[in-house]
């Protein structure tokens, strides 16, 4: 994948060097009503092409930012869902044990009245 952005990159660079030796002609831009730049079309051009690149890295960077702030709030989420989990099988087990600890005494019992019946 790296060759083929190095490939796309090269070639826009090679387009870009052959149409400004082919336009040196001064043009004017107007940025803002009573603001005017005169200079070539090709260092209008590049400065465009420059500014493109610097906001398509700076939106990229945004992006990446956004995800791991995002991955971040997942993983917050994971580990209190494995906490909350963890909590209730502990409880799960309590509530065995007391079960457990309940059952032991009715049956102990049972098991004297069936013998006194039986007996």
Known sequence: M?????????AMCLALVLFSL????????????GVQV???IAIELILAMGLGAI??????????????????????QIR????QIEK???D???????????ELPALSA???LSEEVAG
Do not use: G, M
């Open 2 to 10: 790296r060759q083929i952005n190095f490939l796309i990159i090269f």
């Open 22 to 33: 082919e336009n040196t002609e001064p043009a004017v831009i107007r940025i803002v009503n």
């Open 92 to 102: 799960v087990e309590r509530y065995k044990a007391e079960v457990e600890q309940l």
């Open 80 to 83: 209190s869902k494995e906490e």
């Open 55 to 76: 906001l398509a890295w700076l939106f990229s960077i945004w992006t990446r930012l956004q995800q791991q702030l995002q991955s971040l709030k997942a993983k917050r």
């Open 88 to 90: 209730l099988e502990q």
């Open 38 to 40: 005169q200079a070539p």
């Open 110 to 112: 049972s098991k004297t």
